[in-house]
């Protein structure tokens, strides 16, 4: 399946950010907008999208002092939960996905995202026919939420003009419904045009090379400082606008190339989304001030699922070279239970990752499983770090459930540990979880390496859009038992400071 993440019931890249079983109300009709407003955008005729669905999955197991010798049977994951919580916006939206890529039932849906299904098995044949189908699976009108079947005439729903996003079934819905959807209609033309062009991420054209960092790491405050130390940044972009898969994409979407100062924002944007997670653990490394350049170093990815590792290339996490030179070698271990074969899928390392390079390996299955298996057996290495990418235990209890085992090993332990999440809402959610299981919060605030790139909730899609790892949460040990562990003062911290001995983060919503 080519490119393109949708957030669509709940939880981790896959939904709204609320309980992921709970009840999503459409908007309600509003009155007209006055005529001072500025009016809807006339609706163009259908045309393509590029779009990969988005699935993953939290620990769920209870904390056994051994393998069970039976295996657990799996209750609901991050993303069962959000496929279904799709039908409570959109009736039927979920039968309509799996009817337009060819699949029979939401276990297909999961063996796609498992890499385990060809785009021949959607009937896809050529690259009109895979945006096309992508596309498709976004048609419903977004003021009556009904679906093309339950109108007289499936094709009479057209898209918004303005952002090439929302579609809707006649001009009154969409008048209806412009008072809300104005408020959003510029983001989601980024919207829907970084879910285009995401298809050259898995070409391989995204990202561009990248240049070693000419700044100590805690000199770069952000993607404007990292942009600023990449050579010849035109030139790069350039080469991506002319290359053979960009001419192929506008091709074969189905509407007009857009122009290429458009393009090149959004070549950035999914630069950012792409290097977002290694400079992310970077950022990890830094506050909690683990050096790279004094031993080699491992770093535990707790939860990770097809997010992380679809379509993956051993070098996907680089970056950390090119912002730590000289470091004694680094192995990023993703354990997870939906973690997708591929190159990546190789033991972890019983030894010390290779002097000056990142090795990426992983491990298919429950965290404290491969903690008890690997860690404690010296088959694999103790972590310097644990990072977390949207974990998404604050989403409903039965996901809390799961994870819980995974919390109190990490907190047991007094590993070093980095979550993120897409929200202030998430992050208070998750903080006050964190809390009452007596966990030392180190610190949280915005991440200056969050995504640029928007994300839609699929089946409401007007709503502001949220960004991959926007805040990050600092955790060491239990909260009475993390001596020497002092938070910053607000301005300390990332923002162009060495952070302490200690790794204090500016803490504090407002």
Known sequence: MAGGRRRGGGGRRGGPRQHPGAHEPAPSPAPL??????????????????????????????????????????????????????????????????????????????????????????????????????????KFCAECKKLPDALPDPKSLRRCKRCQNVYYCGAACQRA????????????????????????????????????????????????????MQGQLEEKLDAI??????TLLWANAGKPRPEDGELRESIQRLVTDFHSRPLTIGLGLRLFSIDPLAKALTVHVVGASHVETLNSRVTDYDELTQMFPEHRGMEVVMVGLDVVDGPIMRPPLAMPAPWGRVYLSSYKGLYHDFWESHVE???????????????????????????????????????????????????????????????????????PFASRRPEQVHSSPNKA??????????????AAAAPGVEELEDGDGWQGAEPSAAGGIAAGLG
Request: charged share 20%; hydrophobic share 40%.
């Open 33 to 138: 907008s006055s005529p001072a407003s500025p009016s809807p955008a006339p609706l163009s005729s259908p045309a393509p999208a590029v779009v990969q669905q988005n699935t993953g999955a939290a620990p769920k197991t209870g904390r056994p002092k051994k393998p069970p010798e039976q295996p657990v049977a799996r209750g609901p994951d991050v993303d069962s939960l959000g496929f279904q919580a799709m039908d409570r916006n959109v009736p039927g939206l979920s039968h309509l996905i799996l009817q337009k890529l060819n699949m029979k039932s939401y276990e297909d849906y999961k063996s796609a995202m498992d890499g385990r299904k060809s785009g021949s098995d959607f009937g896809i044949r050529t690259y009109f026919d895979m945006f096309q189908k992508m596309e498709d699976t976004f």
């Open 377 to 447: 057996t010296k088959l694999a290495t103790r972590p310097d770090l644990v990072v977390g990418f949207h974990p998404g235990f604050h989403a409903c209890p039965d996901l809390l459930a799961g994870w819980l085992p995974t919390l109190l090993l990490l907190r047991d332990y007094r590993l070093p540990v980095l979550f993120t999440v897409y929200s202030e809402q998430e992050l208070k959610a998750s903080l006050q979880i964190l809390v009452e299981l007596d966990t030392h919060i180190v610190g949280y605030a915005a991440n």
């Open 177 to 228: 419904n412009w008072p809300l959807h104005k408020k959003f209609c510029k983001k989601l033309k980024l919207v829907a045009l970084d879910r285009l062009v995401e298809w050259l991420v898995f070409t391989g054209d995204i990202p561009f090379p990248t240049e070693t960092w000419t700044r100590p790491a805690w000199d770069v405050e952000g993607w404007e400082d990292w942009f600023s």
């Open 465 to 478: 859009p949220v960004y991959c790892s926007s805040y990050y949460i600092a955790l060491l040990g239990l």
């Open 241 to 246: 606008l002319a290359g053979r898969y960009m």
